[in-house]
C-alpha cells in the first residue's frame, strides 16, 4: 500500500510540473512582446531608390523613436528593431530622403562622409517625403511579416 501511494504522490509531482510548464509556454505564447517583421522595395516613379534612408516613427506616445533603414541597389530595405528584433507593432509614419550632391551623383566611401561633413549632400526627393507631418506615407504594423512598398513620385 505505501507503495503505491509513493508511485501516486510521484504521477502527481509529474503531472503538475508538465501542467506547470505548459502555462508557462503559453503565457509566452499570448503574452510575450510581439513584433513586426518589416521589408519592402522603394521606388520613385515605378523605378527601384537606391541609397534612399527610410525612417519609421510610431505615432502612439510610447513608440516614437525612429527606426532607420537605408535601401540596397534594388531599391529593397530591411527594418531591424532598435533592440535587435523586430519592429513594435502599430501605427508609422514614414519618412524617406536621398543624399546627393546638387548635381545628382552620389560619391561612395570617404567622398560620401567627407560630402556629409562639408554640408555639400542635398536631399533629391520632394520635400513632402523627409517631414513626419507631411509625409503621405502611413502604415500600421501587424504582427509577423509585413511588406510595405514605398511608391514615391518626383511631383507628388
Known amino acids: 500500500m505505501a507503495r503505491n501511494e509513493a ?3 510521484r504521477r ?3 503531472g503538475a510540473a508538465i501542467a506547470i510548464v505548459l502555462v508557462v509556454v ?5 503574452m510575450g512582446k510581439k513584433e513586426a ?11 527601384p531608390l537606391s541609397a ?11 513608440n516614437q523613436s525612429p527606426v532607420v533603414a537605408q535601401s540596397d541597389e534594388a531599391g529593397k530595405f530591411s527594418l531591424t528593431g532598435n533592440t535587435g528584433g523586430g519592429v513594435p507593432l502599430g ?8 543624399e546627393s550632391l546638387a548635381d545628382g551623383t552620389r560619391p561612395a566611401g570617404e567622398g560620401l562622409k567627407k ?18 507631418a507631411t509625409t503621405p506615407l502611413k502604415f500600421e504594423l501587424h504582427h509577423g511579416a509585413n511588406t510595405i ?8
Open 7 to 9: 508511485e501516486n504522490s
Open 115 to 132: 560630402a556629409r561633413v562639408d554640408g555639400l549632400l542635398v536631399n533629391t526627393l520632394a520635400k513632402v517625403y523627409e517631414d513626419q
Open 52 to 62: 534612399a534612408q527610410v525612417v519609421f516613427i510610431g505615432e502612439d506616445a510610447d
Open 149 to 156: 512598398n514605398l511608391e514615391l513620385k518626383k511631383q507628388p
Open 91 to 98: 501605427k508609422y509614419r514614414v519618412m524617406v530622403t536621398k
Open 12 to 14: 502527481l509531482i509529474v
Open 26 to 30: 503559453v503565457g509566452f505564447f499570448f
Open 37 to 47: 517583421k518589416v521589408s519592402g522595395t522603394v521606388t520613385l516613379d515605378g523605378t
